[in-house]
């Protein structure tokens, strides 16, 4: 099984600030890897698929970098809606999805 | 409106069976593959079944393997999971999620998200 580690654990950030989210895998998924986000009391939202693309309706400042066994989720400019858990999957070797960051306001 | 509508949540004893149905609504059905992922109370995502569009083809996490039985019936735009030999551990919200694999992969990124069905096991 394809292990995922996301770090950091939280990220306690500012409206208008950068976040900058880590997601590891145990070994190659290639590119087959993307992002999710969830609020308290709702179903995970796709972000990104595929490393670097952006699902329907992702706003631009949301961006995702990475191969093989490292990848990024970017935030660039966080607004207030963006406080929520992210969520990294991989899809190389059956389904897995990361322990989660919990990006929340400072 | 593309919608995935979860049912068939409860409270069921350790050792329990359960049905849960996951409806489809405003795409082509039998296009996409369909996904169920639960998240026990506090914790995070967690994998559990799928199963391709035509139906030929069924996933199963290990955890759940040779307990739970993932279907679906293209005639009533239906997914169905069926639960048994319940454990305290399966205890979770249950989401469907429309699968896609963007033209490549072997398995699938989860587009479109129910709200989930909450399944307790306690006795």
């Known amino acids: 099984e394809i292990v995922l580690t996301q770090s950091p654990a939280t990220l306690s950030l500012s409206p208008g600030e950068r976040a900058t989210l880590s997601c590891r895998a145990s070994?190659?998924?290639?590119?087959?890897l993307a992002w999710y986000q969830q609020k308290p009391g709702q179903a995970p939202r796709l972000l990104i698929y595929?490393?670097?693309n952006r699902a329907t309706g992702t706003p631009a400042r949301f961006s995702g970098s990475g191969s093989a066994t490292d990848f990024t989720l970017t935030i660039s400019s966080l607004e207030p809606e963006d406080f929520a858990v992210y969520y990294c999957?991989?899809?190389?070797?059956?389904?897995?999805f990361g322990p989660g960051t919990k990006v929340d306001i400072k | 409106e593309v919608q995935l509508v979860e049912s068939g949540g409860g409270l069921v004893h350790p050792g329990g069976s359960l049905r849960l149905s996951c409806v489809a609504s405003?795409?082509?059905?039998?296009?996409?593959?369909i996904n169920w992922v639960r998240q026990a109370p506090g914790k995070g995502l967690d994998w559990v079944s799928g199963?391709?569009?035509?139906?030929?083809?069924?996933y199963y996490a290990d955890s759940v393997k040779g307990r739970f039985i993932i279907s679906r019936d293209n005639s009533k735009n239906t997914v169905y999971l069926q639960l048994s030999s319940l454990r305290a551990d399966d205890t979770a919200v249950y989401y469907c999620?429309?699968?896609?694999?963007?033209?490549?992969?072997?398995?699938?990124?989860?587009?479109?998200w129910g709200r989930g069905t909450t399944v307790t096991v306690s006795s």
């Open positions: 999620a429309r699968g896609r694999k963007y033209g490549s992969g072997p398995y699938y990124v989860m587009d479109v």
């Open positions: 405003g795409f082509t059905f039998t296009t996409y593959a």
């Open positions: 199963i391709s569009s035509s139906g030929e083809n069924t």
């Open positions: 070994q190659s998924v290639t590119n087959y």
């Open positions: 595929d490393a670097s």
């Open positions: 999957q991989q899809r190389s070797n059956g389904i897995t």
